[in-house]
């Protein structure tokens, strides 16, 4: 035991004592986790107005078209703008270069073709591919029903009341029109939306619509996702360092002359695997605090779930770091290997984005791999406020992953001459 | 004669090392592959995992009731045209469902409350559907809001009409108004809104018959194809430090070759692999996915552009290393860094904030990728000049620092 802890405090040592470690370990995951943090923030929408732009071509010109645009203008969510004879003309480029989020066009004879029942189509140019598009299109196709339900309201109570009524048809309708458009900002049917199990109250309910708080797709807190992920990567990526121990004291000859000393072999495996994890333990835990104090995310909402997801995270990801030493010949395949495994771990595994924005193929493919299942404990206690047994399906498939790759590992070094 | 014997020299030894290959061209277009299989494999760009939803039902109409709000509700979810979004699950109560949301094995549940259809025939009163959704879920839980918006707007189109009756029949003073807002609601609803006709037509913008997962994909692997052009010529130009190590380059002194013709020979070399890289990204990445890098001359001049934005980088680079172990953290360090804010690993997020299009300015990989950006667009010479020249200018300002580091460099390895 003294003997493998001799080998894990060498390797430490080795690790450590260079300062470029700690700019790998620590300083590039919260850099990383920082700058994905922001660019996930949504900060950009402009200048404090966050509405969308929304290009409005009225080719129609009646007064039911002026009022579909004041409609728009009061739906909160979308800032008309309407397009002068020049950029009508442009309405395809100025969607693709995002000037505007849409161009909506309001065909000549709408208005008279509303009135008479048969209402035509508006046209909508946008990129629904895009987040923007797909919220443009949303709040215009939702204005859009409620003007027309309006309009079905006035055309229906005119019908019923014009023989009787004081004011003429025309009126009538108008006034109707009206009063059904300030009944629509307080209908009578309306949908709550509630987070089960969600941290923060600002985020835990999403009123009216799913649009207007915290229900993008990296929620609340951008560093939800951030975070986690982040840390994930880095995991695989700090493992680089310890990989890299294995294969220069193999190349140097100082493993073969530790065999030739009384320190029993699965000594010295388990000192260099029992320096991995720490290694790896300790980036995690510092970046699990950086989250908790500086960024908000909540990894102590279950602090047992969290040291145990930890704990299985970093004996995988050390494992990991152990079947890479005994494989790689050189510094350069580790470098390689480490590459390889942290782009495609990571990115199949939803540390750049939640998988559930790929798609069922994607994300089964996903939890083939470890990070994928990290990911789902991580955003399972972050998220849904998940107790240990919560996350304990991916804390087992974590765990044999680690000791796959360790028996893996084992078997390589144990037959691999020195 | 000479410097081509050099170039040829740095250029075989580049390619012939199976790692430097893989990590100049196998990983960019893996990494744009993965996410091409991410977002790209829908053709219509992202798709969401379908939500499982469960709708609790605690409302009984009477008999006699001419619709039931449940009923609606799980009609309007439950549609075909909705299957790619939602599918229909069972939960037997609202306290199994939370439970079974917060556990993750339910994506959301839909609460229709006791009385709901009467307090919607009365015309009094707020009828609330309460929507519990997983978190961990945010983008398709916002999906199902707006649907069940739509749903809700339905319902409420009847409430609406007979308010606005009442009210007009009140304020004209025609008698009745009880019985005509009746009449006004059962003929203008309820029903389920997805069910409307179609009100809207939606076409995408014609931008060349580039679609949105076109774009995404080209502008990854722009964005990548320029991190790992940066990485190549870092590491072209680190090859003078193992030369120095490996005591190859006090040889080459002995031979009558002028260091001019050693710096030039070096500098070819990096050139002709940055130019044989980005040749075969274009070329590769054309086969693979089909983007269609814009008119050839712009794509040229962009690719020289890159070339000498990314040698420039790796000169300057090279002055603050002093051995070849040192220079893979610190290549690996700042070219992160600086691909990171040069907006490489953002390249088709929306809504960034404005700091980091101006941060990206500050960068060539900035540069680079606004005029990669602008090839792609189809633009011709006149087009891409502004970020051209930008490009360019970095890259000559970045050789002229360099250049004498560098010979200094030679100097102290002699």
Redesign the interface.
Known sequence: MMRALAVTRKDLLQILRDR?AV??LLL?PL??TL??G?????????GGDARLQVGVVDADGGPLAGSLVRSLSASGALRPDPLDELRRAY???L??RGDEAAVLTIPPGWGAALRSGA?H????????????GLAA??A???T???F???E???A??TA??AP????PADA?HD??LE??LA??QD?????????????RGA??T?G????EA???????NPYDQASPGMIVQFAVYGLLLSAMVLVIERKQGAHARLLGTPVPRAAVIAGHGLAMLSVVLGQILVLEAFGQTALGVHYLRHPWATLALTLALALWSASLGMLIGAFARTE??V??SG??AM??LS??GGAW???????????A?GHLTPTAWAMDAY??IL????TLS?VAVPLLVLLGFAALFFALAVARLVRRPT | MKLLTLAWKDLRRQFR?G?LL??MIG?PL??TG??Y???G??G???????LSVAVIDLDTPAALAPFAVGTIVAQALGSPELATLLVPATAPDAATA?RR????DLGAAVIVPAHATAT?LS?RG?????????????????????I???V??G???G???A???A???TA????GAAL?AA??AA???PGP?ID?P??????????GGS???KR?VAEVMAAMMIFFVFFSGAYGASAVLREQEEGTLRRLAATPTSTATQLGGRFLGIAAILVVQIASLLALSGLVFGIGWGRPLPVALASAALAVDAAGFGVVLLAFVKTSRQS??VFG?VL??TG?VGGL??AT??????A?HTAALFTPQGWAMDLWRACLAGGDVGAILPSLAGTFVIGVGLLAVGVPLMRRRFARGL
């Open positions: 470029r700019v790998f590039m850099a990383f700058f994905f922001l660019a996930f923030s949504g900060l950009g929408e402009g309405a395809d480029e969607v693709h209402p189509p508006l046209e909508l140019v946008t990129d629904t591919g895009t987040a923007t299109q949303r215009v196709q939702a859009i029903d409620r027309l339900a309006a079905r309201t006035a229906t109570a019923l009341l009787r009524a004081r004011l009538l006034r109707a009063l059904a009944a629509w209908p009578t049917v309306r949908v709550e939306s509630a987070q089960e199990g969600a941290a985020g835990a999403a009216a619509s799913g649009r915290g229900t993008g797709a990296f929620g609340a350069q395949q470098v390689a590459l390889l782009f495609l990115g199949l984005f939640p998988l559930e924005i790929t798609g069922p193929t994607f994300t493919v955003r399972t998220l849904r406020g998940g919560g | 090392s790692l893989l990590l990983v893996l990494l993965l996410l299989f991410a977002f494999s829908t219509t760009g992202p798709a969401l995992t379908p939370r949301v917060r556990a993750g919607l015309g707020v009828l609330t559907l309460e929507v519990i959704t997983d978190p961990a879920r945010p983008l398709a839980a916002g999906v199902l809001s707006d069940l918006q739509a809700a707007d319902l409420s189109a409430g609406v009409a308010r606005v009756t009210e007009l029949a004209q003073g025609v008698p005509l009449r006004a003929t203008v609803g809104g409307r179609a009100s809207l037509v939606i076409t995408a913008p014609r931008e679609s949105f997962v995404m893979g953290p360090v992160t860094v990171m690993m953002t997020m929306p809504s960034l904030p404005v980091f």
